[in-house]
Every structure is written in C-alpha cells, then in structure tokens.
C-alpha cells in the first residue's frame, strides 16, 4: 500500500504547497497519495493513518461521494438501532443522517469524536482505502461500500456544487473534462471504485460492496443482505412483521426529503476547517437512475462509457 512517511511536525501548509492543485470546483483541491482532497481536510486526512485507532467492532460505510452515502448512513443506522427506536419516534424524523453516523477526518475535531465514541462504532469516510490506518484489513472492521454508475454520480456532483456557498466555476463540459480526468472530490472515482471493489473480492465476510443502482432497485433484499452482512439478520418474526419495509420506507428518498432537518435551505457547519453555508436540501435531488440522460450529450457519454470500460477492464466490475 502506499503510504507517505509524513512526520508529525511536517508543515501541512508547506507540503500543500508541493502538490499538484485544481481550481474550478467550489473549492480547489490538492492531489495526495493519489486522492484529490480539500487543502483544508490534509492535516486530518494526514492524522489518519496514526490517530485513528480502530477497533474490531468498528463499521465503516465508505461512500464515494455522490453515491449515496447519505442513504447507505440512514440504512445502517436504522438497521443497526432497529430494537432502539421505534419507527415513529425514530432519530432520522428530526435529525440529519450524516449526524447520527460521523464521517473520518472531513471536519476537524472528526477523529477525537470518533475516539470518544462508544463501541461497537459506526464510522464513514470518503478516504481512498490505501489511505484509512493498515489495521482496517487486519483487525476484523466492517466495511460496507458504495459507488454509483459514473455519469450519474457525475450530474449528482455537478448539481451538488452548484448548489454549494461557493458554487463552481466550470461549465458542465469543462466539469465533466475535469471529472475523467479523475479530479473530482476523492478522486479518481475509478481508483477509489477498484480498491473497495478488490477488497471486497478478497475480504467479502469484512468488505460488502454495494451500487446505488441496486439500492434503488431492490431496496429491502439489499437491506437484508446489509443486516446479515453486519451480523444482525432479520428474524422470522421482523419479516412477518413487516419491518423490512418499514426501514426501506424510513429511509427512503420522499420520507428523508420531507424530514424538516433535510428540508432546511441553510445550514453553518464547519467543514475541512472553514465555515460552510450549506443546504441539506441538496443532499436530496433526485434520488433516481439514468437522469443523465437528462443532461449529458450522447457524445460525452460515449467518452465516459468508453473510459469506463478502459478503466474498470479485468476488474469484473462493470456499470
Ligand atoms: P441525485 O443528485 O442523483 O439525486 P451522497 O449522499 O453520497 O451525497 O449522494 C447523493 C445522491 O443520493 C443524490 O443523487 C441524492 O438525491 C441521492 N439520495 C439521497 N438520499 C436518498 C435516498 N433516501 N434514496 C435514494 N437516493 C437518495
């Protein structure tokens, strides 16, 4: 795996300065250990691999951003806390998903919330696999991973930052050059899609790895799958009871999108060290399959289908 020897004392601000950077999205973002990250997450990013000490029972979602990581959050929680609450005072009718499961060095602070959280933890993170701490492949942590076909996570990634404080600056095709290129937040998305994916391959009692595609198409089968997967299945009783259903129903995009936390136009949160205007609404467009063909020339889809296919080529992974 490779992984930069960064001394503690390394000057974050002076190491930025040596990498590669892009400008055009809402922020600019610097290339480090083959991950295009914010310039303000690098010191937590960075903190990472030392700071974060992981414990056998620790579930990690890695989501690649725009995949559904929002969604996959809501499920396993509600999956995981199902004897907790019930379904109609449950903390996803008030509160935002991505409070109730905390995300890996995006925010500073990130990484001392997670150490002061109890066991069994219930962590997510955007983070390249290569650059999460080596015990997550020793330790016996369960990974649940999510990506999405390309070009929609693409149009989701453009919609998304238009909507954000700062906005964007590129046009779609100058976006969507930039996006295969591999700069988008976290990217390449095929790099980080080909980790998760071989992990899974080699590791699959540790590692599932999910597509946003399925989720949509067979909800509940992929929230029993989910609930076996993390050592928790749907008893006999759940089934007849109907409850499958009712996380699906919880979680889904019209009962999350109608949720007033998710609903709110604006929202201060602190986010890779800056203060961020953001609107929760935006986490929940549209929520369906196929809408770039809403979007896209048939010409730029050809490009990505074609680099898809290069880049996911003897991997097994196709979209
Ligand atoms: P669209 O922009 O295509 O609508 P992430 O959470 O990783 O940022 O992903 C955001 C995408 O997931 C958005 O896609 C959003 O609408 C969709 N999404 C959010 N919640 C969802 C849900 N409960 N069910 C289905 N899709 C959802």
Not at 51 to 79: E, S
Request: hydrophobic residues 40%; neutral net charge.
């Amino acid at each position: 795996r490779p992984r930069e020897a960064v001394s503690s004392k390394t000057h974050t601000g002076s190491l930025i300065a040596t990498l590669p950077t892009k400008e055009g999205w809402s922020t600019p973002l610097v290339f480090y250990n083959n991950c295009w990250i914010r310039p303000h997450s690098l010191k937590d990013v960075m903190a990472v691999q030392d700071m974060l000490k992981l414990r056998p029972d620790d579930i990690i979602l890695a989501a690649h951003p725009k995949c559904g990581t929002t969604w996959l959050k809501a499920l396993v929680f509600t999956i995981l806390n199902r004897s907790r609450y019930t379904f109609t005072d449950h903390p996803l009718l008030t509160v935002r998903p991505h409070q109730l499961v905390p995300f890996i060095a995006l925010r500073p602070g990130d990484l001392d919330r997670a150490e002061a959280l109890p066991s069994p933890r219930l962590l997510s993170t955007h983070l390249p696999l290569p650059l999460l701490p080596p015990a997550v492949s020793t330790l016996g942590c369960r990974i649940v991973c999510v990506c999405r076909e390309p070009k929609d996570a693409f149009l989701s990634r453009w919609h998304f930052e238009k909507k954000l404080h700062q906005g964007i600056s590129l046009g779609t095709d100058e976006a969507f050059a930039m996006f295969s290129e591999g700069c988008s937040p976290y990217g390449p998305f095929w790099d980080r899609y080909l980790e998760y994916w071989k992990e899974s391959l080699a590791r699959p009692r540790e590692v599932m790895f999910l597509r946003y595609e399925e989720m949509v198409s067979d909800t509940p089968n992929v929230i029993r799958k989910l609930a076996s997967f993390l050592g928790v299945p749907f008893t006999r009783e759940e089934e007849s009871g109907g409850v499958v259903d009712q996380v699906a129903d919880l979680c889904g995009f019209t009962s999350l999108s109608n949720v007033d936390a998710n609903r709110a136009d604006r929202v201060e949160v602190e986010h890779a060290g800056a203060k961020l205007v953001f609107n929760p609404s935006s986490l929940f467009r549209k929520g369906e399959v196929g809408d770039w063909v809403n979007h896209m020339s048939k010409d730029m889809a050809a490009r990505m289908d074609q680099l898809v296919a290069e880049k996911f080529k003897g991997s097994g992974l196709t979209f």
